[in-house]
């Protein structure tokens, strides 16, 4: 997704109703790391730190092994598994 694609689909509803809610926010720790990928995904890459490439390999496998897992067999597209990973800055049905 790109960080505007990834962006408008953090402030969705559907968006802020699936993962595992982390800390007080309320926010779960897909949404937040969505967040996040916006801000990296506008970074030059000479800018990137450290802590910003752990993040995008701890991206990276978490996309893996949501995907390994499977979706279900019918109606992906509004499905808990999808936007799940659409937090993450992956849309499985995008080409």
Not at 34 to 49: F, P
Not at 70 to 84: A, F
């Amino acid at each position: 997704m790109t960080a505007k694609e990834l962006e408008d689909w953090l402030a969705s509803d559907e968006s802020q109703e699936v993962g595992q809610k982390s800390g007080g926010s309320g926010e779960s720790t897909g949404h937040a790391s969505g967040r996040r990928i916006v801000e990296l995904l506008r970074t030059k890459k000479d800018d990137l730190t450290d802590d910003d490439v752990a993040h995008m390999r701890k991206v990276v496998g978490y996309v893996e092994r949501h995907l390994a897992q499977g979706g279900p067999d019918d109606d992906v597209e509004h499905s808990r598994w999808r936007y799940s990973l659409m937090n993450w800055g992956h849309d499985p049905l995008k080409k």
